[in-house]
């Protein structure tokens, strides 16, 4: 049979390369193979893993890597999850210690309350953290040893802050105050120590104008060993302990706020020998990791390249649409070919490859930031696991939350950012109005966590009770404000936010019973009657009839 005429047409400087090529087959014959093997190619771009196992005997090697990823990356974040339990509960029990040790009279959960009165209190206070300092190594249970630069020992210093002049004379109602902070800083030698004496007052010159003194810090730093470690099989990490004892005196109200703030930094240990097999474990574990990076590396590529796929057929698309069609193509339509479970996966891939070289950092002892990599680690394997849904969604039957989420999200969207301009300006009124007198409304971030707790019903008693009754026309005040966002949250704002998404969650089970409204894309795909196993979708039968193959090799397969 005679190749039909092809009717060439010239293209300009301005046209797409897709819309070129299509010029160049413009007879009606070849228009409408090209038209069925555009068809043809984007009902197969859109199967499921098993149609497309049908159409072409594709086995799904994205679907296995995905399910292979999530038992990997799982077993990775518990083992890491309780390396990472053991460092946090090193930290939080040497700030505990540490505050049993150096501050006086000490009682676990009296953090905001620990304070003193009177000027004997305070002289008493800094001169027992001095002394439980210079006595550590006899007294402290624990593994704990002073800082060395070189062969000598770090110092305590004990520096206080003060007004560089103040005469304040409150019976006058007069004062005079140069507003100037000035500090003046004592050393303490560890090696203070060794004479067997309590050091005090009569030790050190060492005196504190309480009518100009704003803060009072003893500053040191100690070094410690986390060897519970060794019992897990992994190499013990070295600490060092940069404590402040702070003496707040800046509100002058008669009473001194006590504190103790504890930064710890995880060092590699310079020089340690371990007998057993944890130096074998730790190389099992790490080639492990290096396992799970190369799986995460496949699956990117995968995704990477199917997303690239779905954009070149997206241009296709749009090509074909506006010379054959004169049609613009909707955006909806067009994003249909950016597949947003991919991109999650491309995501959670890059985030685990990087947090995976993280841990394998840490048990090298290269690193120890234990924080980046949990915070890493746990959103890849949350977004791996997310990621399956899409596999669950190509069953009809799991289908109805994804697509309930899918369609309700701009109208959710439009809906919470009406609602957060009421909530910011119940979080700025209760900020200013009760903050002074309600421990929940100090700062703005536990304003909004107050108000939130009231939204889902929680603590509501406790809130309402604990408003001091100081100024009645601010408790009248609370009372109207708590009780209309209350009102106003619950039995509005709430209920219309389940109203939309409940109303969404109707619609889209009425059309799964009678069927969704097609869009311009699936009405051309829907022209294509090819079943998946009819063996039209081979790639052989597909590879000469090419929408980008020459005009020859095209008109020989009508």
Request: neutral net charge; charged residues 20%; contains cysteine.
């Amino acid at each position: 049979m005679e190749n039909p005429e092809v009717t060439v047409s010239s293209c300009s400087p301005h046209d797409d390369e897709n819309l070129c090529s299509y010029k160049r087959h413009s007879s009606v014959s070849q228009e409408a193979l090209l038209e069925d093997q555009l068809r043809r190619k984007l009902k197969f771009f859109f199967m499921n893993p098993c149609e497309k196992f049908w159409a072409r005997g594709r086995k799904p090697w994205k679907l296995g890597i995905q399910l292979l990823k999530i038992v990997m990356v799982t077993i990775q974040l518990v083992v890491f999850g309780l390396s990472n339990q053991m460092v946090v509960a090193f930290k939080e029990e040497n700030t505990v210690a540490f505050k049993h040790l150096f501050l006086k009279g000490y009682m676990d959960r009296m953090d905001d309350t620990y304070a003193v009165y009177t000027q004997t209190d305070v002289y008493d206070q800094i001169f027992f953290a001095i002394n439980q300092y210079l006595q550590l190594p006899n007294i402290s249970v624990g593994n704990h040893a002073y800082e060395k630069r070189g062969a000598e020992e770090t110092p305590l210093a004990v520096c206080q802050q003060f007004y560089k002049r103040g005469i304040i004379c409150p019976g006058n109602d007069t004062f005079d105050i140069d507003p100037e902070i000035v500090t003046d800083c004592l050393y303490i030698e560890p090696a203070t120590s060794l004479d067997n004496t309590t050091m005090g007052k009569h030790n050190l010159n060492f005196t504190l104008d309480f009518p100009r003194l704003v803060a009072v810090q003893l500053m040191f730093n100690l070094k410690a060993i986390n060897l519970q470690t060794v019992r897990h099989h992994e190499l013990p990490d070295c600490y060092d302990f940069t404590l402040r004892i702070l003496f707040d005196n800046k509100a002058h109200s008669g009473r001194i706020k006590i504190s103790l703030d504890n930064d710890i930094a995880i060092r590699e240990c310079k020089d340690w020998h371990v007998s057993g097999s944890i130096q074998k474990n730790t190389h099992y574990m790490m080639i492990f990791d290096a396992f799970v990076i190369l799986t995460c590396l496949t699956s990117l590529i995968l995704c990477t390249r199917s997303v690239i796929k779905g954009i070149w057929l997206q241009r296709e698309f749009v090509s074909f649409f506006l010379y054959y069609y004169k049609k613009e193509v909707s955006f909806s339509d067009q994003m249909e070919f950016v597949n947003g479970w991919y991109i999650l996966i491309i995501v959670s891939d890059v985030l685990t490859i990087v947090g995976s070289t993280l841990k394998m950092e840490i048990q090298a002892k290269s690193l120890t930031s234990y924080d980046v990599c949990s915070i890493l680690l746990g959103i890849s394997t949350m977004l791996v696991w997310l990621g399956v849904i899409r596999y669950l969604g190509f069953f009809q039957k799991y289908n109805l939350l994804i697509l309930t989420l899918r369609a309700a999200l701009p109208n959710v969207m439009r809906f919470c950012c009406c609602a957060a301009m009421i909530y910011l300006g119940y979080c700025f009124c209760g900020w200013i109005v009760l903050g002074p007198y309600h421990v929940k409304f100090r700062t703005l971030n536990m304003v909004s966590e107050c108000l939130f707790s009231l939204i889902n019903g929680d603590d509501m008693f406790a809130t309402f009770a604990q408003m001091q009754q100081k100024s009645y026309l601010v408790w009248l005040f609370s009372r109207i404000y708590l009780y209309s966002f209350i009102s106003l949250f619950i039995y509005m704002v709430l209920s219309l936010f389940i109203a939309l998404i409940t109303d969404t969650y109707e619609t889209v089970k009425h059309y799964q019973q009678d069927g969704f409204p097609e869009t311009e894309l699936q009405k051309f795909i829907s022209q294509c009657k090819d079943s998946p196993n009819s063996g039209r979708y081979r790639l052989e039968e597909e590879s000469s009839a090419s929408l980008f193959c020459c005009c020859n090799g095209c008109s020989g397969h009508i």
